[in-house]
């Protein structure tokens, strides 16, 4: 162990800040569901040298089952220590509790398989189960869905739309595990530890925030300041990302909410995942707190020479600490003083949601932008009535207001820096290229629509496509809209077009989906998304459009073509200047979509908006302006049933504004596509509005 910078200066941290930064993270963890009995069943038991392991199957709730892997020295008389060994992510979702006792086949790149043999021939009796997404709870081994990251997807997203985290479940999940052991009569609860490489560090140290059981961790390669992962790493997973973290101050405020549990970490010095200034800085960050409670020998830190491994040395530094705490000189459970229960698990209550209840889940970017346009460069339309199309570069605020009055720890976290990583890390600027396109006539203030284009693998067309410069010419909407006399504006979506995600095309070239789901993990942890941030975005095309001298500020409609459409539609609840608004698919609910387990939706599975009635109780707050929704009876991507239940929605409230002519809607059979008759319907309902 050493130190290389000495730590930073800082207020100390009080107990009564500690237990409640302790309940804030709770808070961020979500609801969690409440326990059920284990029915712990007994499956084989094995001899290997002088170890026992057995197999067992127990429930984690109800219905859901899983088997995990006990191992005890054999001949070991009383009460032993215990350790929860949690496995590593590695991307290799075929592999779990197989890694901690070797019933997999071996991977040159896991040399540490089989390491939960060496903690029981130590004296500890060691459980490991399945973590969700891998092994036998892995889409990859139970329906053969490749690659298996699309499960994790599936298992974050929704989950964080329902109100709840994956990472909240896994430390759920870990805790049972440890409930497994407190009905055994060959482990001292007294004396329970967690020990995890990788994916199984970063879990680690978040159960023991759950779990007051815990009194010993160690964390190997599995932390570090997400201000450091952002800047360093191309890569992300659900299963190691508190959302909203950073505005608690980032990774270190989990760490100290450990405290006063003994805990290592360890790290390689050339650990591409997990940089080493970024675990030095929240190392350091919760040692304030370890020091300012009087237990700095609490903690502790070693950089080990080399890569991202968990080495035969660097474990045995790991059992060394353990052992320290948990047989030499064992924590008295009497000194967990920040409380000894759990947190009971939050209902989640079903409830109607307003414009402000909305624009707190996903519009708290605060004021209407004001972005400042600059043209980059004119093209000419090949279109009939001739059109003028400009390139237009608009600057976009990147600053969310968030609601701060909690505890942090000094020096706090800043988000918009966060942020800004972010936007470097998947080549997203604070700017908008846009292409605009408006009529060769001087006629002053002309109607203005805003066209938001599809999302299509590989996604490198976006905003091209609706305007005729590429992808599928059915699509080209603009140079008709233009022809009508209307200026156009057409936006890439995050991701798409000349806003795709190069570096993460260029290292996982098989799989686009990552040029989503890593930038939406990152989002995440500041407590914002995809869709809050495409909101945001829109929102500045609509006001910037109403600034121009060429068009009227009252006439701005909206047309969004599938993930375009969805958002078109939740912004258009959030921004009263949009007149009217055209989705062509797009159009389902989030209860629809995970009751068919589709994992690609990187805006629909928006945080928290399920239980507040779902897409169909928001969209039913766009009456009583204009809204024509077409939907597709075979769309696999936005289920059908989905759309007919937001209808059955807005219905109503078209009604009782007295608009029901305002809501047009059009069930197409098939699955999404444009033609020139879809296209034709289009326009005439736009020009009647106009």
């Known amino acids: 162990m050493f130190e290389i910078h000495p730590p930073v200066d800082g207020p100390a941290i009080s107990r009564a800040q500690l237990d409640e930064l302790r309940r804030t993270i709770w808070q961020h963890l979500g609801a969690l569901p409440p326990r059920c009995d284990l029915e712990v069943q007994r499956i084989d038991e094995v001899e290997r040298d002088d170890v026992v392991r057995e197999e067992l199957r127990y429930q984690l709730e109800p219905g859901e089952w899983v088997t995990g892997y006990v191992a005890r020295p054999r001949g070991a008389k009383g009460r032993l220590p215990a350790m929860a060994a949690l496995h590593s992510h590695g991307g290799n979702y075929a592999v779990g509790k197989g890694e901690i006792f070797a019933t997999c086949p071996p991977d040159p790149a896991r040399e540490f398989y089989g390491w939960g043999y060496e903690l029981a021939r130590r004296g500890y009796v060691v459980i490991c189960q399945d973590q969700l997404c891998f092994e036998d709870r892995s889409w990859i081994n139970t329906r053969g869905v490749s690659p298996g990251a699309l499960h994790e997807h599936f298992e974050g997203f929704h989950r964080a739309a329902s109100g709840r985290t994956l990472m909240g479940k896994l430390a759920y999940d870990t805790s049972r595990a440890i409930d497994v052991l407190g009905q055994r009569d060959d482990v001292d609860m007294e004396r329970v530890g967690v020990m995890g490489h990788s994916g199984g560090g970063s879990q680690s ?13 160690v964390l190997n390669c599995g932390i570090a300041s997400a201000a450091a992962t952002i800047r360093d790493t191309r890569t992300a997973s659900h299963t190691s990302s508190v959302p909203g973290i950073t505005q608690l101050g980032d990774e270190a405020a989990v760490v100290a909410a450990m405290a006063p549990r003994a805990v290592l970490i360890t790290n390689g010095s050339e650990d591409w995942l997990f940089p080493t200034d970024g675990i030095l800085n929240t190392y350091y960050r919760a040692k304030q707190a370890y020091e300012a409670l009087g237990i700095a020998d609490r903690i502790d830190f070693g950089c080990i020479a080399g890569p991202h491994v968990f080495a035969p040395y660097v474990r045995a530094v790991g059992y060394d600490w353990l052992d320290r705490w948990l047989v030499r000189t064992p924590i008295d459970s009497g000194e967990v003083w920040y409380g000894a229960d759990r947190p009971d698990p939050a209902p989640l209550e079903r409830r109607r949601v307003d414009v402000e209840g909305l624009r707190d889940l996903c519009g708290r970017y605060g004021a209407r932008p004001e972005p400042q346009p600059r043209v980059r460069k004119r093209v000419d339309a090949p279109v009939d009535p001739p ?7 608009i600057t976009v605020d990147d600053t969310p207001a968030f609601d701060n009055k909690r505890v942090r720890l000094e020096p706090p976290n800043d988000v918009s820096t966060y942020l800004a990583g972010v936007r470097q890390l998947v080549d997203m600027n604070d700017h908008l290229d846009l292409w605009v396109g408006r009529p060769a006539s001087d006629e002053d203030r002309k109607p203005a629509a805003l066209l938001i284009h599809r999302s299509v693998e590989p996604f490198d067309v976006g905003r091209d496509e609706v305007m005729g410069f590429g992808g599928d010419p059915a699509y080209a909407l603009g140079p008709s809209l233009t022809a009508q006399g209307r200026v156009v504006a057409a936006m890439d979506l995050f991701g798409h077009g000349q806003r795709a995600n190069r570096q993460a095309q260029r290292k996982w070239p098989s799989q686009p989906e990552r040029s989503f789901n890593f930038p939406a993990i990152h989002f995440s942890r500041t407590g914002t998304s995809l869709l809050e941030r495409t909101i945001h975005e829109i929102r500045a095309v609509v006001s910037w459009l109403r600034e121009r001298d060429d068009v009227d500020p009252d006439a701005i409609d909206v047309i969004g073509f599938e993930t375009g459409g969805f958002a078109a539609l939740m912004t258009a609840v959030l ?19 995970i009751d068919r387990q589709i994992a690609e939706h990187y805006f629909l599975y928006q945080p928290g908006l399920l239980p507040t009635g779902d897409v169909d109780g928001a969209l039913s707050l766009l009456a009583p302006r204009p809204c024509c929704l077409i939907h597709f009876e075979d769309d696999s991507r936005w289920p059908c049933e989905g759309a007919e239940t937001i209808i059955g929605a807005m219905k109503p409230s078209y009604e009782r504004a007295g608009r029901s002519d305002a809501l047009s809607v059009c069930r197409m059979p098939g699955e999404p596509a444009m033609d020139s008759a879809l296209t034709a319907q289009i326009l005439e309902w736009l020009e009647a509005r106009r």
């Open 205 to 217: 140290f978040v159960a023991c925030v759950y779990d007051p059981r815990v009194k010993a961790a």
């Open 387 to 393: 059109a003028r199309i400009e390139e237009v570069r």
């Open 575 to 593: 921004e009263p200047a949009i007149r009217s608004v055209v989705a062509v698919g797009g159009v389902t609910t989030q209860a629809a979509a």
